[in-house]
């Protein structure tokens, strides 16, 4: 059965990082592109970042292009966020999904199969 976990979430003050995680387990990891969603209160689920199957192509929201770096390790299944420079405005619980794909990264909430449970990301004024 496949299975998410994200972890690494908490409460940061504006200006700080984080590094979220999500480990894999029950799929064949390598033949799926992953991706990263955020959901805050009284709003869509969003799509944040994106990696392909092998890792040579991301993909960024306009939001945290430049301050979030997306990467993943095959061999441990797992994908990380780093973030920096979080804003107020990135507070959200944040989600792990994945899909099978060998060519991009897809960016909508229903071309993912598969989600995590969740963590919750809060940045402080």
């Known amino acids: 059965q496949a299975r998410l976990v994200e972890s690494g979430g908490g409460l940061v003050q504006a200006g700080g990082s984080l590094r979220l995680s999500c480990t894999a387990s029950?799929?064949?990891?390598?033949?799926?592109?992953m991706g990263w969603f955020r959901q805050a209160p009284g709003k869509e689920r969003e799509f944040v970042s994106g990696?392909?199957?092998?890792?040579?192509?991301?993909s960024y929201a306009d939001s945290v292009k430049g301050r979030f770096t997306i990467s993943r390790d095959n061999a441990k299944k797992t994908v990380d966020l780093q973030m920096n420079s979080l804003k107020p405005e990135d507070t959200a619980v944040y989600y792990c999904a994945a899909v099978p794909s060998r060519v991009g990264v897809p960016k909508g909430v229903a071309e993912y199969i598969y989600w995590g449970q969740g963590t919750q990301v809060t940045v402080s004024e």
């Open positions: 990696i392909s199957w092998n890792g040579g192509r991301t």
């Open positions: 029950g799929l064949s990891f390598s033949t799926y592109a």
